[in-house]
């Protein structure tokens, strides 16, 4: 059974500055993809970023990076610049290849102004 | 293009009752899966169903029934509603086609509440 974890339930961070959100997954599985998904106050939920666990080099989409240690089973998401606007729950899931989303219990980011 | 819709909004019901909720896809997207998520708590997969096929069930008792149309839009229904099974479900769909996975796409959700 696959498992993720984010052991951080609610962190801040001041505008413009970085912020680190921690996720571990355990999984028996050797191809195997990780998400970082944003879910603002008004509930849709929105990828934030993708990390397919073959590739080495850590994933980036413009503020946002990854930390994807494999051996360690971590995937950490760093965002830097930190907007009013990244205030949101943020979840870390795991899929596969059925295509069956694990996702953690979240962590709550406020950006203070 | 529209993104993934959910019908209805809220929804309030007795316990014992029925309910069904609708999902509709994004167009071109064959795939679709439903989510639970309880308050203060990360999405628990329900269903996923492809090409209308069941390809996958998470750990949730018979009441919980799903079923997608030859349109690839989704219905999930639970019987003899419980106070538990309050909370929000989503819907999602993605381009996925059997192998690998796909980034899901979510609807905004259903709200249901048990009383």
């Known amino acids: 059974a696959q498992t993720v974890t984010q052991s951080q339930p609610e962190m801040s961070v001041q505008e413009a500055e970085t912020v680190t959100l921690s996720c571990t997954y355990d999984?028996?599985?050797?191809?195997?993809?990780l998400f970082w998904y944003k879910q603002p106050p008004s509930r849709q939920m929105i990828l934030v970023i993708r990390?397919?666990?073959?590739?080495?080099q850590n994933a980036t989409e413009n503020r946002f990076s990854v930390n994807f240690q494999k051996a360690a089973k971590s995937f950490s998401l760093k965002i830097s610049d930190s907007q009013l606007g990244d205030t949101a729950m943020y979840f870390c899931a795991f899929g596969h290849t059925g295509n069956q989303f694990y996702f953690g219990t979240g962590t709550s980011l406020t950006v203070i102004p | 293009d529209a993104g993934v819709t959910q019908s209805p909004t809220h929804l309030i019901k007795t316990r014992g009752q029925h309910v069904t909720l609708r999902c509709s896809p994004i167009?071109?997207?064959?795939?679709v899966s439903w989510y639970q998520q309880v308050l203060g708590q990360g999405p628990q997969f329900i269903f996923q169903?492809?090409?209308?096929?069941?390809?996958g069930r998470g750990n949730f008792p018979d009441r919980f029934s799903a079923r997608q149309f030859p349109n690839y839009s989704s219905e999930l229904n639970v019987n003899a509603l419980l106070l538990g099974d309050s909370a929000l479900y989503l819907c999602?769909?993605?381009?996925?086609?059997?192998?690998?996975?796909?980034?899901?796409?979510f609807g905004p959700g259903t709200r249901l509440t048990v009383l």
């Open positions: 999602a769909s993605s381009s996925w086609q059997g192998t690998g996975s796909s980034q899901q796409f």
């Open positions: 169903y492809y090409e209308k096929e069941e390809r």
């Open positions: 167009s071109g997207h064959k795939s």
């Open positions: 999984t028996s599985e050797n191809n195997y993809y």
């Open positions: 990390q397919e666990a073959y590739k080495q």
